[in-house]
């Protein structure tokens, strides 16, 4: 098909609803630079790339999607902050989500299933976990989801500055034992 499914830019309060969005050579949804935005109750599979999209766009609803066998990410959000996802089933594909350079996101309530990663971050903090399935998590403990934060050191004689990346963990603090009937 095309490249995007659906691209939107610089459009603030869409609603992207019911739609079957698949076969794509890049993602299935791509929004940059707008806000406030509601994706909802559609099934976004076999893209070539992510199922969904944001780049700089905060403030958005995630909800009751199927997003399935994408050959990158299932959600990749990139310096947007405030998105809400849940209840959403996140399966088979590279990774499950990904939060890249964005703050006081909500996950909660999804399934992640048979994800190669389930979930990874970058340069992120600040986003709450909480009552998401994980099918590689069958104990009543949190969590970890695994990420790095860059730091950058300034050399004290002259030198170049040197980044570095630290090892960081997030916890989803109540994991759920049993997935959601989502769709």
Not at 93 to 121: D, L, P, V
Request: include cysteine; glycine fraction near 10%; aromatic fraction near 14%.
């Amino acid at each position: 098909n095309n490249g995007d499914g659906i691209w939107l830019s610089l459009s603030d309060n869409n609603s992207i609803v019911y739609n079957n969005i698949s076969n794509n050579y890049l993602n299935g949804i791509e929004i940059a630079s707008s806000n406030n935005n509601i994706i909802m109750h559609n099934n976004i599979y076999s893209n070539d790339c992510e199922g969904i999209y944001l780049w700089s766009s905060s403030n958005s609803i995630i909800t009751f999607n199927n997003i399935s066998s994408n050959g990158g990410t299932g959600i990749w959000l990139y310096s947007s902050n405030g998105t809400v996802i849940t209840y959403n089933s996140i399966s088979n594909n590279f990774c499950g989500i990904y939060i890249e350079y964005s703050y006081h996101n909500s996950i909660e309530k999804n399934n992640f299933i048979s994800n190669k990663y389930q979930a990874r971050f970058h340069g992120s903090s600040k986003n709450r976990w909480i009552g998401n399935y994980w099918d590689d998590w069958r104990i009543i403990l949190p969590r970890p989801i695994f990420g790095v934060m860059p730091k950058l050191l300034v050399e004290g004689h002259g030198g170049p500055p040197i980044g570095i990346r630290i090892p960081w963990l997030n916890f989803d603090w109540l994991p759920a034992m049993e997935p959601y009937s989502i769709g």
